[in-house]
């Protein structure tokens, strides 16, 4: 079947305006993950979902990101107030559940530039 | 500390060699696992290999073996009769813990392999 699907690609926004980044997950998967990925780095976690509650937010770096995943599939990462330091590639991932060893899979990701 | 840390930055490879590519990491929950992605420049990270903290034997995958050292904390990726499809970005990640929340993956700044004709 399709993989994880990230949309859009690429976003370039400027400063101070609000985004929404949008993940659709491998069907049947219950887990979904949020990373954000700056140049040089290897992904850094933000928030996982369980279903459609954030079992998990602590990566989230202050209040003006937020996760929503209404429905308990497609998920959308908000970012309000976009600040230049907010560029990166943003990597969604789904597994089919939570368990030990179950892979994530990740999406293509979405590249993001604050002007 | 670095939980996870990946000495090499780059690497160069012949067409057809093996290669190792090293990880260390940083844990003091007996319950763990260890994965391995490929990142080639589309930027999709592309799942290889994975081990458990209580599995016995190494984990192998088509040309990928992990090397598992438990006491030593590492956890090196071996790709054998490297291809030039290999040429990527590839990094170690670490889960930690069985339950609860603990599903993030931690990962390491990653090696840039290039596999030279």
């Known amino acids: 079947g399709a993989g994880v699907s990230q949309t859009p690609s690429n976003k370039v926004t400027e400063k101070g305006k609000y985004v929404e980044l949008r993940c659709d997950p491998i069907s049947g998967h219950t887990a979904l993950y949020w990373y954000r990925q700056s140049l040089g780095q290897g992904p850094e976690f933000l928030i996982y979902f369980q279903g459609t509650g954030a079992a998990d937010d602590s990566g989230l770096p202050n209040d003006r990101f937020f996760a929503v995943r209404p429905e308990g599939s497609v998920s959308t990462l908000k970012i309000q107030r976009t600040e230049r330091g907010d560029s990166a590639v943003y990597l969604c991932?789904?597994?089919?559940?939570?368990?030990?060893?179950?892979?994530?899979?990740f999406g293509p990701g979405t590249r993001l530039l604050v002007l | 500390a670095q939980k996870i840390t990946q000495t090499q930055p780059g690497m160069f490879v012949q067409e057809k060699e093996a290669v190792t590519l090293d990880c260390t990491y940083d844990?003091?929950?007996?319950?763990?696992?260890l994965f391995w992605y490929k990142q080639p420049s589309s930027g999709e990270m592309i799942f290889l290999i994975y081990?458990?903290?209580?599995?016995?034997q190494n984990a192998t995958e088509g040309r990928y073996s992990l090397n598992f050292q438990k006491a030593r904390k590492s956890a090196n990726l071996v790709i054998s009769a490297s291809q030039l499809g290999d040429s990527a970005m590839y990094f170690c990640a670490m889960r930690e813990g069985r339950g609860g929340s603990n599903y993030k993956l931690t990962f390491g700044k990653g090696t840039l392999l290039t596999v030279n004709p």
């Open positions: 844990t003091s929950d007996p319950s763990y696992g």
């Open positions: 991932a789904s597994s089919l559940d939570p368990g030990p060893g179950e892979t994530q899979y």
């Open positions: 081990q458990g903290s209580y599995d016995q």
